[in-house]
C-alpha cells in the first residue's frame, strides 16, 4: 500500500490509533521487550494521545514528543530535548528515535531526523547533540547523512554534533513508494 502523503513530524494524535496499536507492539515482540507501556494505549488511546501531547519535563528537561505519521500510518517517534543536563551532555543527547519494524529500511529515521532539526531550529538551537551506542551501525547513519560530525564517545555511546546554521539538505521522497509487510 503507498503511502498517501510524505510522512511528516506532527505531536501525538488519534489519527493513527491503528497503525499505533499494531507498530509498536510489533516493535516490541521483534525486540523482545516488554509492550507493558502500551497497557493504557490499549484501555483508552485519547488519554494516551494527550498525555504525550505538549512540553513535559522528562530527563530533568522540558521535552516534547512528536510522530511520524502519514494520513492514518504510524512510522515512529521522535522525542526532542529542549536542552541538555551533564549526563545529557555525555549520553542521550537532544534528539531520541525509532522507527516500528515495518517501516525500517526505508529513508524513514533519516528523513524524520532531519525534520527534527527543522524542530530545533524553531527552538533556537544552533547545534544538536545526538549519540548512538557504538554498535548501532544503522542509527550512526542517520546521524552521518544529516551533517554529524563525531565527537568523541562517552558511556558506550559515540557522540555527535549537528549545526544547524547551514541550511537542511534537500529532501527526496522515495517513502511514497513503499509497501506495508
Ligand atoms: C536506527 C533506526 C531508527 C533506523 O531506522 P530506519 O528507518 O531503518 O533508517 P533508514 O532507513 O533511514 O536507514 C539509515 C541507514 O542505515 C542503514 N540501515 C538501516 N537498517 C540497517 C540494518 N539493520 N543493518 C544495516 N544497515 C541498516 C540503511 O541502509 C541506511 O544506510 P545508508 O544511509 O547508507 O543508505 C531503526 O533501526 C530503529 O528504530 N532502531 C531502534 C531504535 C534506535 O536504535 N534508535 C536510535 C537511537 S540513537
Redesign the pocket.
Known sequence: MLLPDEPRLVPPTPAVRASFLAGEPA?CRA?GTSAAWLAPALTDFGAFVARRRGVHVRWGVPTSTFWYVSGGHY??TLVLRHRLTAPLTEAG?H???????P???????????AAGLDECRRLGLARVL????QD??????????NGGAPHGRKRG?DRFWIPLDTPPPPRGNSSAAGKTP
Open positions: 516493535d525486540d512510522l515512529g543527547g534528539i531520541g528515535y525509532h522507527v516500528v519494524h517501516w525500517r529500511r526505508r529513508g524513514h529515521a533519516t528523513r524524520m531526523l545526538v549519540t548512538c551506542a548501532n551501525e544503522p542509527s550512526r547513519r542517520v546521524i552521518l547523512a555511546e
